[in-house]
Structures are given as C-alpha cells and as structure tokens.
C-alpha cells in the first residue's frame, strides 16, 4: 500500500520537477539528494538504499577477472561481500548472474569461462549466507562487451560478472 | 619457414592431384608456384529463344566457380578462336591448342515452361579427347545456380579426381549492429554467398548452427529462454524445439553424429562445462567427460568411432580424442599456444582447429594423431572452420579488431592458398554436405 503511495508521488514530483527546478514540494532530484531527511527520497532511486540504483551505483554490482581467470580478486571479493550484506537486508530480490569474457578466446570457449566466473561469484554470495534459490547464472561469453575498443583497458571492463536484481518473491 | 611449409604443402595436396587423374591433362606446378590450370568455356549454347539468359549466366557460373578455387584460369572468350554454335559439331581441337586451353568445356541449354535442361560435354584438348562422357541434368528454371553448380562439379572432379563442393550451402549467423548490441540470425546461403535467407529473428541470440549429415536439419544455440540452449531447426520448415531444457543448466556447441542419431555438446552446471551426448529424437543427456576442467566443441569423426574435442585439463585449451562412447582421452596438440574448435575433416585425415598465439589467431590443420601441425592463416580473430563436402576447402570467422570491428566469413584452400572473403556481417559458418 505504502509503495502504491509513493510510486504516485513520484510520477507526481516527476511532472512538477519538469515543471520548476525549484519546487522544494516533493525533494531533491538525486543528483543533489546526498543531505536530504528519509522523507524526501524518491523510492527508486539511487537514494534509496533499497533500489536497485542504489545496489548498482553504491553497492556495486559487478566485480572484474584477470585473463582466463574466474579466481575472484581480493577487491571483488569485498564487493561480493557488500552485495550479499545487501541482499541479506533486501530479500524480496533474487539475482541473474552474468558472466562475460573479452574478445580474445574462442566463442565456445569464452561461453564456458562466462560461467565459470558467474559460478565463482553464486558460490561465494552463497558462502555469505544468501539463498541458492535466490541465485541464477547465465554466461553470454564474449557476446555481450561493454566497452568496445579492442585494447586491455577495454577488455578489462568485459571480463566481468554482473548481479543483475529483480524484485523476485512477492513483495 | 611457416610460408615454405605451406608451398611444400600445396604441392603435395597437388602432387596428389595430379596422381588421381590420367591422361595428360593435369594441373602443372613449376617452381613451387602452382600454375591454374588454363581452360575455356564459351558460352553455352542457347536452344531455343527462351534459353539465351540462362545459357550465358550457367556458364558464366561454371567459370566462377572453377577460377574461384585458384586451381584454374579461364581464358576468356575474346581470346578464343573458335565459336560453339552447335553442342553436337565436332570440336575444332587446333584451335584451343592454339591458345593454350587445356580443358575445354561445352553445353547447351533449353528451356520450355519453367524446365530447364543443361548438358555439357568436357575435352582434354591436349589428348585431343572428351573427358568422361556428356552429362544432362534437368531442373527448373529458379534452380538454374545450382545447375550451374553440378556441372562445375563434374568438371571439377573429373580433372581434380577429388570430389566437388560447389552444390552445397553454408549455414552461417548474419551479424548486424555495433559490438556490444550485436543483433544475430540465423541465415543459410549458397556456398558462394548467393541466395541468402533467414532461419530466425534476431530477437534472441544465436550462435555456431551445425547442419545434419543430410543437410535438412540444424543445430545451433539460442537465447530465446534466456540462457544459452541448444535447438534443433528444420531448414525447410524453420520450425524449432529446443533439445533438451534441463534447469539451471546451459547447454551449447553441439553437433550431429555422422549417422545424424545423436548430438553431442556442451552442457554446463554449476559453473563446469562438460560433453554429452543424446538422442536427436530427445532423452537423457549422457555424460562423456567428467573433470573440473572446461572441455568444449566436440567433433565426431567421419565413421563416428571417436571425437575430437578441446579442454583446459592441461591449464591451457588443448585438443584431446576420445571413443564416442567416453573413456580414456589423448591429447593431440603440443605446439606453443592454445588450440580450440577442432573439426574432423569429412575425408577423416585431417583437424582444422583455431589456434591462438602470441597475441594472434590462426586457422590451422594437423593430422589425426596431432603431427605435421600446418597454419593456414593468421589475422587477429580467426576462428570456427568448417570443411568443404570434399575436405579441400575450409570456411571460418574472421574479426576484425576495434571499436568498428566485424565479422566476415573467409575461406582458404587446405594448402593456405586462395584465402578470400565469402560474406560480411556473418559469422559461425557449418558447411553442408554435397546437395542431392
């Protein structure tokens, strides 16, 4: 009910926000909401600590892989550490994991290592306490990049296995 | 040393050549540069009025197809002295002596509703000879490429003494859109990329289809669940099922078994790849390799006893064989680099695999027993090949790098001549066997 509420005043704040920068009615936009009180969130949100914006910009929701590893680095670790504290608070989520490669290997092969990396990162979130049945994985190989030079900075970026949330079991 | 492999390479695949055939037309090679073999083909000639199109497009086709190999040149018709105005008149040998046609080819063609007959008739000039007997083959007129094709088939194995390849298709995925929102499909086409059509949408994707043994059916992995599964399409229905749709599992990389009984592939669960095999017609899959490593495109070969397939058991990708039923595997690679996606040769001596190394790809052959390893190619994305019906050809993916890359399908003789582009925006090619 209270989610019905909110989910109208934010279309509502949306039309005044485009109407005037200045109406204070309803909050901040997120660009300058980092000091505002619990009210004036906008549901959603990257201020809202239980969105998905939020999990995605402050949580984190990808950790990197070194070449032809699925080995989880000291800082994915940390990450995937934060991501299940997270997901222990917020249990109306479950999570796609997806595993992805650089260009470089063959197209078989690269599917294969997307999942070993998806595995790596289901495993440890499920060491930290989060239900297997809340977890899938999927690997795209090297069939999804995100950047698209064909340079290591860019291919460090691609080597990456992202938690991707939806509001899963009945909220 | 690697491009005096290859020349060394050429010359015994057309040593070999030159052995199956007898008489004295042959493919000559001088200096270890191997010289095509110079031929004509006049136009054909037309019967009847209706006839007059088809009858310069079948043989203009019949050229392309054979100077297309690299094995032979054509001397063009403004060099030719004779004119065939009649397919029965005598061939005035003299005059393709003259200019040095030591193949020449004749045929006519007629055409009444939308029938169409060709025959053709094939001359070993030099021996002052026909070469075989005259040929006939009826079709339709919208079939006339494939006509086409058949005779330059014929013509091709009976100077080669090696089977044809120019009937046949390649299934492929058409690529279209930048690199990270690739949209892909499944299309088929002609083996020259003529006549191409789509097999699905590109509203999920698609990758690596495998034609039968009988060419009427395709494997191939799609996304349309979600997650990468393996389908089965019929080529002329377009209708799909999915092949088995175990949870939480992937499933990819498949392939029919020559019988065209059974699939082998790559099912992954828990993160670990392995490879299984099952019925086309559904069931269980069984297992064939159990280990934590990644082992990956399974290959049967021709007689299906045994399967080619690569696993980074070792640490690296390498190429192991193994009896179709599972058990003991041997590894066959040792070179410096990874090697991956091998395919047993339809001849059954030899694996095409893609080979990386030190920062480069390759297409490259090795025997069975992994000796006299050969690289074909080298660019910064070769991968995928896949065999010509006659085991003489090898079609693969080449990527080009950067922002603006892309995928195109390239094809290379077995001896590392006549490397060409055959399509662009295309990937993954499976070629077919030759067509009935």
């Not at chain 1, 590893?69 to 989520?93: G, I, P, V």
């Not at chain 2, 310069?56 to 004779?82: Q, Y």
């Not at chain 2, 003789?413 to 055959?422: A, I, T």
Request: charge should be neutral; include cysteine.
């Amino acid at each position: 009910m209270s989610g019905w509420t909110k989910a109208v005043l934010l279309v509502a704040g949306m039309t005044l926000a485009a109407c005037s920068n200045n109406d204070g009615l309803f909050g901040n936009d997120s660009a300058s909401g980092a000091g505002s009180g619990a009210g004036a969130i906008e549901p959603g949100s990257v201020n809202d600590p239980t969105s998905v914006a939020y999990f995605q910009q402050n949580v984190g929701d990808r950790v990197l892989f070194l070449v032809d590893q699925s080995t989880l680095t000291e800082e994915a670790r940390m990450t995937l550490l934060a991501q299940a504290n997270w997901m222990l608070e917020n249990t109306d989520y479950v999570a796609v994991i997806q595993g992805h490669a650089d260009e470089q290997g063959t197209r078989e092969y690269n599917l294969a290592l997307g999942a070993r990396r998806a595995s790596a990162v289901k495993e440890f979130l499920v060491s930290r306490g989060i239900a297997s049945n809340r977890l899938n994985t999927v690997s795209y190989g090297k069939e999804r990049p995100l950047e698209i030079c064909s340079a290591e900075s860019c291919y460090a970026q691609n080597r990456r296995a992202v938690t991707v949330l939806t509001a899963g079991l009945g909220s | 040393m690697r491009l005096l492999a290859t020349l060394l390479a050429g010359l015994m695949l057309l040593a070999q050549m030159a052995v199956a055939q007898n008489g004295p037309l042959r493919l000559e090679i001088t200096d270890g540069v191997i010289e095509p073999l110079p031929y004509a083909v006049p136009d054909f000639v037309a019967e009847n009025g209706s006839a007059g199109q088809y009858a310069s497009d079948i043989s203009r086709l019949i050229a392309a197809d054979l100077s297309g190999t690299g094995l032979f040149r054509e001397i063009p018709a403004k060099a030719h002295i004779s004119q065939v105005t009649n397919f029965a008149s005598p061939v005035q040998y003299a005059d393709w002596k003259a200019i040095n046609a030591q193949a020449l080819i004749t045929g006519a063609v007629s055409v009444s509703g939308n029938n169409l007959e060709v025959k053709f008739r094939v001359y070993d000039v030099f021996a002052g000879q026909e070469l075989g007997s005259g040929l006939r083959f009826k079709g339709t007129t919208d079939g006339w490429r494939r006509m086409a094709h058949k005779v330059a088939d014929e013509v091709y194995s009976r100077i080669t003494g090696e089977g044809g390849y120019f009937d046949s298709r390649v299934v492929f995925v058409s690529e279209m859109g930048p690199k990270n929102d690739r949209k892909k499909r499944l299309a088929i086409m002609d083996y020259d990329g003529a006549n191409v059509h789509f097999l699905t949408d590109s509203s999920a994707i698609v990758l690596a289809p495998r034609f039968s043994p009988k060419g009427d059916q395709v494997l191939y992995t799609s996304y349309e669940t979600g997650f990468p599964q393996v389908f089965v399409l019929d080529v002329g229905s377009v209708q799909r099922r999915a092949l088995q749709n175990q949870q939480g599992t992937m499933s990819f990389a498949p392939r029919f078994s020559p019988d065209g009984r059974n699939v082998v592939m790559s099912i992954t669960q828990n993160g670990n790849t392995d490879i299984y095999t099952m019925p086309i017609s559904g069931g269980t899959p069984r297992r064939l390799t159990n280990s934590p490593a990644i082992e990956t495109a399974p290959s049967f070969s021709p007689d299906g006893s045994q399967i080619v397939f690569e696993s980074d058991r070792s640490g690296t990708q390498q190429l192991y064989v193994m009896p179709a039923n599972g058990g003991e595997a041997k590894r066959i690679s040792f070179g410096q680099g990874r090697y991956g996606t091998p395919v047993w040769s339809p001849r059954g001596d030899l694996i095409a695999f893609t080979k990386q190394n030190k920062g480069r790809f390759h297409i490259g052959v090795m025997r069975t027993d992994g000796s006299e390893e050969r690289l074909l190619t080298a660019s910064f994305l070769d991968e995928g090949p896949t065999w010509a019906p006659n085991g003489r050809v090898i079609m693969f993916t080449r990527e080009t790098q950067g922002a603006s890359g892309g995928a195109s399908l390239y094809s290379v003789d077995v001896s590392g001549r006549n490397l060409k582009k055959v399509m662009s925006g295309a990937s993954d090619p499976a070629w077919s066997p030759l067509q009935k």
